[in-house]
């Protein structure tokens, strides 16, 4: 299978096209969830479609080129006015998204059930923009995304630090002098090409995820910007490449959506499993905080009890304990607990005594807790 | 024998701004003039972060002018800093201390080019004025209150500028971080430096600052605490509350 | 007083509403009978059969798919004020099933044509078993009993010329027999080696099965179906393994698919034509000599002779 990679034409251009676009919109989609900007990429991707379907309309030309300069003239027009919205009126952002959102694509929705009635328009393919028709790439659409995807990238380098501050704090990178509403227009425009050559690949629908997942899943292994957008990048090459090799080794499989259910399976992993924000790991570790405080709470009280009485290693029944802790559960599990780790002894069926250790360390608990 | 004019490190002029049909700062005159450390207080919604951004040009003025040591704003960027609200930003982002000290440098290290030794040097020389050289590595999503506010302030202080403006420096900062925060404004104005402060707490006002201005749409008052933070003066800056207010003035 | 302008303005109100009789009576002689029907070979064997008593709205024009096409407002408001309807059937018309569902509850008069071949002839689904291949005109034999079948339901519905409608249902069935036969001959004619049809996706079906022809598509059955990357891979293999003269594309699907299984034939060595451009689910424009169920069985079997033939 590895070895068709390289030898068959097809899924050599698939992957290659599909891992470039990974690449891309991974980058630029990590900017843009640090702007809090992610669900901007949904609805440029959505404001898309009514500018493929203008483009045919108005040239009557079905080359990817002229429809892709539609999309990307219809997803900045969205953008500009989401942006404009937002600021003029008292709309807010999310609600301006939405809205815009909803527009634009039923509109795009209108105009290709218009269009369907237009003898040869089925031919320019104008329904494949949805759900994208990654299977059918060809060298030619690959240059393509290479051409300006490598464009956009270079951007984003030149332009790193500049960017890193737009995203930051932008009020304090005016007053530096930096031309913060030039570089946000460009980091949009960058953003919206990376959107554009996705469209042919996964689709107006599917590639909001593709600009949002790699960077979420990304944000959950590094604190360090530089590494997070590299990341960002890889996750989506691997998506990319992952849906191609998927949809080369079973029928039917379309190859979008097997690009998209990869990069989802890599959000949820980070999610879950990366290693300091992961929420398995956030909950083992507050389980363990947790059992380390019930554990001193059961010794503090065996020592109260304790120090009542001549001999440190005096029983004390298990239900004076239950009253003592106060909580509604039973304190014999961290009895158990402090038993194996030699810190308590069962006398008999309910009565519990310190061990030496178990005093011990009782002292120091104190000592941390209330200085000595 | 002429004495010669020197130019106010800020000179304010008519400055209005207003949202549609609603003033928020009006028609305000403010002289400055350099080596004060200055204070802007009135009550919320008064203007005085508005103020602050309209001179530095992140809000759109309907009228007036600023100019700084006699040339205007535009031209004096790199002579001015400014310190924003530590509210403003989002400490999650993936970045550490030394990174966010360095961005105060990006205006000079130019286009394309990428900081270098001798920005980090400096960068480091501004953390250690604030007490923060051994948070350099540290993730800005682990600092408290007060670290945060210093880190905010080696940025401003890298830029080595001649005068400075901050929005609510001592807001939620403890102690320690306010007492090494004011020897620090201080430390800027034996060096002729000129500070301007949007401050909250009234009651420290006389101690800390030399200068006053007292807002609420309008400017109210300015000049040297003495003369202006006056009983009568903040009256009309808060309207009413009498107790209060008497109490304020009792400790000038 | 008040009461009384109630009642009358509510006598009015129910006055209102449109004329939902679907059951009318005979036509006269004078209106034409009014007749919707979707796809463009289907309101061409209507319009033939019909004659000049019937007046037919086609809902698709030429190079419409009708897999993906969804009904207006206008197209439904055609439909209801129809006399008869006819649709293809067999889901061919995927988005509009509801719609023709709820037309015969309401009691219009709306026919599948592919009811009038007996459901032994249907090809079944390879992957859907109960789901059938709704391409019927390609094998014209099955085309014939569509002919006789919409002659049947003319002369049900408008008894004062079932005579005529018969009679050119019979006549027309006749023509369509003499140019399966030549088809069959056109196609015989071809190396059997040769004898491979590709196209755009598998509407050839009933055609391979009706003339010995072996038939690929790159998409399924239907259009909705999205060709994923093994489906590519495995037709270029395929057609570079029989070193296949010709593919075709379709006009009423986009070339890209085609193409690109082009592209990584010539990569494997072959250099694969594009035979030409085939009428897969809709007819031609007018003009085009494609605009008549004829005429179009006719440009595609040139077209596909001439492609299979190519090099030789």
């Given at each position: ?372 | ?97 030394l990174d966010v000290v360095m961005m105060g440098l990006y205006g000079q290290v130019g286009w394309v080019r990428r900081p270098g030794r001798a920005e980090r040097d400096r960068a480091l020389m501004a953390l250690d004025q604030v007490g923060m050289e051994s948070f350099a590595e540290r ?114 | ?142 085309w014939q009993d569509v002919t006789r079948y919409v002659g049947d339901r003319l002369a049900d519905r408008d008894s004062v010329h079932a005579a005529q409608y018969r009679r050119r249902a019979a006549a027309y069935a006749d023509t369509i027999a003499a140019l399966h036969t030549w088809t ?129």
């Open positions: 299978m590895m070895e068709a990679l390289f030898t068959d034409y097809t899924l050599r251009t698939v992957a290659l096209g599909a891992s470039l676009l990974g690449v891309v919109s991974g980058a630029l989609g990590g900017f843009a969830l640090l702007r809090r900007q992610a669900l901007l990429g949904d609805a440029i991707s959505h404001a898309a479609l009514p500018g493929i379907a203008l483009a045919f309309l108005v040239t009557g030309s079905k080359a990817p080129l002229v429809l892709v300069t539609g999309a990307a003239l219809a997803g900045w027009i969205g953008a500009a006015l989401i942006m404009s919205v937002t600021r003029r009126t008292r709309v807010t952002y999310d609600s301006a998204l939405g809205i815009m959102l909803s527009v634009f694509f039923g509109f795009g929705l209108v105009l290709l059930t218009y269009i369907q009635r237009i003898p040869g328009a089925n031919q320019a393919g104008l329904d494949n923009f949805l759900f994208g028709q990654a299977a059918a790439l060809v060298e030619k659409d690959v240059l393509v995304i290479l051409g300006l995807g490598s464009g956009a990238l270079v951007l984003l380098a030149v332009f790193w630090k500049e960017f890193k501050v737009l995203s930051f704090d932008r009020a304090f990178g005016a007053t530096i002098g930096l031309p913060m509403k030039r570089l946000d227009h460009l980091l949009t425009a960058l953003f919206v090409i990376a959107i554009v050559i996705g469209l042919q690949t996964v689709g107006v629908v599917l590639m909001s995820a593709m600009i949002i997942a790699p960077g979420a899943a990304a944000r959950q292994w590094t604190d360090r910007l530089g590494r997070m957008i590299v990341l960002s990048a890889t996750f989506g090459a691997v998506s990319g490449l992952g849906g191609a090799l998927v949809s080369s080794s079973a029928h039917h499989v379309p190859t979008g959506p097997a690009i998209v259910l990869i990069v989802s399976a890599i959000v949820v992993v980070s999610l879950l499993f990366a290693p300091n924000r992961g929420l398995v790991w956030r909950r083992i570790r507050e389980w363990r905080h947790g059992r380390e405080l019930r554990v001193d709470a059961v010794l503090l009280d065996l020592y109260a009890l304790a120090s009542q009485h001549t001999s440190s290693d005096h029983p004390h029944a298990e239900r004076v304990l239950n009253v003592m802790s106060g909580v509604s559960a039973s304190a014999r599990p961290t009895l158990r607990l402090l038993e194996l780790l030699g810190l308590a002894r069962k006398i008999d069926a309910s009565r519990w005594s310190l061990t030496p250790e178990g005093v011990e360390r009782a002292q120091r608990v104190i000592e941390r807790q209330y200085g000595s | 024998m002429a004495t010669e004019k020197i130019d106010a490190a800020i000179d304010v002029r008519d400055l209005t701004v207003a949202y549609g049909e609603k003033p928020v700062l009006w028609d305000i005159d403010l002289e400055v003039p350099s080596g004060v450390l200055m204070a802007v207080v009135g009550p919320n919604g008064a203007g005085k972060t508005t103020f602050l951004k309209s001179i530095l040009g992140l809000v759109r003025t309907a009228a007036g002018s600023v100019l700084i040591n006699g040339r205007p704003y535009a031209d004096m960027r790199q002579r001015v800093a400014y310190v924003p609200q530590r509210g403003s930003v989002d400490w999650d982002f993936p970045t550490n201390v993730q800005i999503s682990q600092l408290s209150g007060g670290q945060q506010q210093r880190v905010f302030l080696a940025r401003a202080l890298v830029q080595d500028a001649d005068i400075y403006f901050m929005d609510e420096p001592f807001q939620g900062v403890d102690a320690t971080t306010e007492r090494a925060i004011i020897d620090l404004l201080r430390a800027l104005r034996e060096r002729g430096k000129t500070v301007v402060v949007v401050h909250h707490d009234l009651q420290t006002v006389p101690e800390y600052f030399d200068h006053v201005m007292l807002l609420n749409v309008r400017r109210i008052a300015s000049g040297p605490v003495g003369d202006v933070f006056t009983e009568e003066h903040l009256r009309t800056t808060y309207g009413g509350r009498v107790s209060f207010v008497r109490a304020v003035a009792a400790a000038t | 007083m008040y009461r009384i302008s109630l009642i009358v303005l509510l006598l009015t109100v129910a006055g209102c509403g449109p004329s939902t009789d679907p059951t009318r009576g005979p036509v006269s002689e004078d209106e034409p009978l009014r007749v919707v029907a979707t796809t463009s070979m289907i309101a061409d064997v209507v319009r033939v059969v019909g004659g000049p008593t019937v007046d037919v709205t086609g809902l698709m024009g030429p190079g419409i798919d009708p897999h993906l096409y969804k009904a207006s407002e206008g197209d439904v408001a055609r439909m209801s004020n129809a006399d008869i309807v006819f649709y293809n059937g067999l889901h061919l018309e995927g988005k509009m099933v509801e719609i023709f569902a709820q037309m015969a509850e309401r009691g219009k008069d709306v026919h599948a044509v592919t009811e009038g071949i007996a459901p032994g002839k249907y090809r079944e689904s390879e992957l859907f078993a109960g789901n059938y291949d709704p391409h019927v005109w390609f094998d014209l034999s099955l069959a001959a056109k196609m015989d004619g071809i190396d059997p080696s040769l004898r491979v049809l590709i196209t755009s996706h598998d509407a050839f079906g009933y055609f391979g099965r009706a003339y010995g022809v072996e038939v690929r598509g790159l998409q399924g059955i239907s259009t909705a179906s999205e060709a994923g990357t093994a489906d590519v891979q495995e037709l270029a293999e395929f057609v570079a393994d029989r070193r296949i003269p010709s593919m075709f594309v379709e006009s009423s699907i986009s070339p890209r698919g085609i193409e690109a299984v082009r592209a990584a034939v010539r990569d494997k060595g072959f250099d694969v034509q594009i035979g030409g451009t085939l009428y897969g689910d809709a007819l031609g424009p007018a003009g085009s000599g494609a605009d008549t169920y004829l005429g179009m069985m006719r440009a595609n079997i040139a077209t596909i002779t001439a492609g299979l033939q190519h090099g030789n």
